[in-house]
């Protein structure tokens, strides 16, 4: 955590001075850029949109997560967040997900659900991918899915939407702006070094967001929602992360 926060530091006082006026002023000219966060509310809010406006001026929309080789893969593997004990999603586990759909709805042309057997006919990658959990710990594992751009476009998403909402059958919730919902390295996985995603890890399916801390790849996903506003989605801050102490934004 230490390292995250003197880095975010450098990040703030980079933009504030590359920008040369105060924080609150760079503020203002990140609001006019479209980089203020949902999260951007109360006492820690000029940091946390410092740190996106940064990030997102500074890199490229496409910069890319280093992808490692097969050796590289860790030999454990921890897990944060277990498969939830609901009836709902006991039962979907042990009919083998055949009853499982994800829904895609909201500011799209064609909303719809797609049985697990339906994504893994979609044209499938994998990646070999580093995941950083905000507590300390990471592993390198290879993820196999469907780039979350591939369903986006089957269904069509509008142009006036911003974010791509999703939730899991655990309660938790979180959201992508577009560059980052569209970026290469976003997929749907439903693969874990091998074809099959354990219930551990987020089975039947997980979002796999490489450039940004482990709580962003949320699991055991139920339903994805398209939306150009997030002030009515649950408590309004575009995840269920700031609630904790931890960012909307969480790139690394
Ligand atoms: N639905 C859901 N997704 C989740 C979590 C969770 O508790 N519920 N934990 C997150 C956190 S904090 C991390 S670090 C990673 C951990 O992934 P792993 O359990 O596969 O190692 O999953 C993320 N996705
Ligand atoms: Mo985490």
């Known amino acids: 955590m230490s ?30 850029y479209g980089l203020i966060p949902p999260d951007s509310g109360g006492i820690w809010g000029v940091g946390e949109t410092l740190t996106y406006a940064a990030q997102r001026v ?10 490692f080789s097969l050796s590289d893969v860790s030999k454990v593997v921890p897990v944060s967040g277990l498969p939830p004990k609901t ?25 719809g659900t797609f049985a697990l057997e339906e994504l ?28 979350l751009s591939y369903v986006l476009n089957l269904v069509g998403v509008s142009k006036q939407a911003k974010y791509v909402v999703v939730y899991a059958f655990d309660d938790v919730w979180d959201s992508l702006d577009m560059p980052d919902a569209y970026h290469p390295q976003t997929f749907l996985t439903y693969g874990m070094n091998g074809p099959d995603l354990n219930a551990d890890h987020g089975a039947p399916l997980r979002l ?3 450039r940004q801390l482990g709580y962003k790849s949320v699991k055991f996903l139920s339903r ?3 939306t150009d506003s997030l002030k009515h989605v649950g408590d309004g801050k575009g995840s269920i992360q700031p609630a904790f102490g931890y960012s909307w934004y969480a790139g690394i």
């Open 3 to 32: 390292s995250s926060i003197s880095r975010r530091k450098m990040i703030t006082t980079g933009v504030a001075a590359v920008a040369g006026v105060s924080g609150l002023a760079a503020s203002r000219i990140a609001g006019h």
């Open 208 to 210: 796999r967001v490489a």
């Open 224 to 226: 994805i929602t398209v």
């Open 87 to 111: 009836d709902l999603y006991q039962g979907l586990l042990a009919g083998g997900f055949k009853d499982w759909r994800l829904t895609v709805d909201g500011m799209v042309a064609r909303p």
């Open 120 to 147: 893994k006919r979609m044209p499938a990658r994998s990646q070999i991918t580093h995941q950083a959990c905000e507590e300390g710990w990471s592993f390198i594992c290879q993820w196999t899915g469907v780039p």
């Open 58 to 67: 500074l890199m490229s929309h496409h910069s890319m997560a280093r992808e």
